[in-house]
């Protein structure tokens, strides 16, 4: 199959809807990566579980077909900044054919903790 793949449209921190196609089994980040998407911090660690950088919102019915979320992503989704019920890390986020179409939101504000706990404590 020469097509099999999936859209994604991202809203930026502007408000504005970029449309990426991507592999099934690929993830979030690869996506954004793979399309040169200029999201400015995103993906900081590379997919290490161990920023929280790569936090995208999703709507509820695109929360529900998204892979189930280890307690490592969790531990780092709790240091996310503007979490929502709805929050996962893109890096932990694979395509699939169920997610056609689908949209993510990267939050307005990122926190990478690797820089907060620069100098405190
Ligand atoms: Fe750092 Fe996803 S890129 S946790």
Redesign the pocket.
């Known amino acids: 199959r020469s097509d099999n793949k999936v859209t994604v449209h991202f809203v930026n921190r502007d408000g504005e809807r970029i449309t990426a196609r991507g592999s099934p089994g690929d993830s979030l ?1 690869d996506l954004v990566i793979n399309e040169d998407l200029d999201f400015d911090g ?13 936090h995208l919102i999703f709507q509820q019915d695109v929360y529900e077909k998204l892979g189930p979320v280890t307690d490592e992503e969790l531990d ?1 989704l709790d240091l996310a900044y503007g979490l929502t019920d709805t929050s996962r ?4 986020v694979c395509l699939t054919r169920a997610l056609e179409g689908m949209e993510a939101r990267v939050p307005e504000s990122v926190a990478d903790i690797r820089q907060s706990q620069d100098g405190s404590s």
């Open positions: 980040l995103f993906g900081a660690c590379e997919g290490t579980l161990a920023c929280s950088t790569c780092m890390l893109g890096c932990q």
